[in-house]
Nanobody, 116 residues
Framework: QVQMAASGGGSVQAGGSLTLSCKTS????????VGWYRQVPGKERELIVA???????DYADSVEGRFAIAVYSDRNLLLLTMTDAKPEDTGAYYC??????????WGPGTQVTVSS
């Protein structure tokens, strides 16, 4: 199974930008899709952006127009570029397959804190 590890989190002021990276242990071409998930305290982890093998993308309303996903299959690498950050973007960010087929596949996430 492909394992993924997110990195690049940190603190950013509201309105600022941040780019997260995700390195995978194997080829992501075997997956139906890949995506970024976000978890805030007290809430379930949610999918916020997905990129599919047919080259389509899907964004949650909360991040549409502000976040962008990039997939580099040749480097087993995903990026998430966050712009116009908002305090409600604060949370732990994870990357993983879409859909999740193995509940034990979660790798380390990265914390993002947006201050107002």
């Amino acid at each position: 199974q492909v394992q993924m590890a997110a990195s690049g989190g940190g603190s950013v002021q509201a309105g600022g930008s941040l780019t997260l990276s995700c390195k995978t242990s194997g080829s992501i071409d075997v997956l139906d899709g890949v995506g970024w998930y976000r978890q805030v305290p007290g809430k379930e982890r949610e999918l916020i952006v997905a990129a599919y093998a047919n080259r389509t993308t899907d964004y949650a309303d909360s991040v549409e127009g502000r976040f962008a996903i990039a997939v580099y299959s040749d480097r087993n690498l995903l990026l998430l570029t966050m712009t116009d950050a908002k305090p409600e973007d604060t949370g732990a960010y994870y990357c993983n397959a879409v859909p999740i087929t193995n509940p034990n596949s979660w790798g380390p996430g990265t914390q993002v804190t947006v201050s107002s």
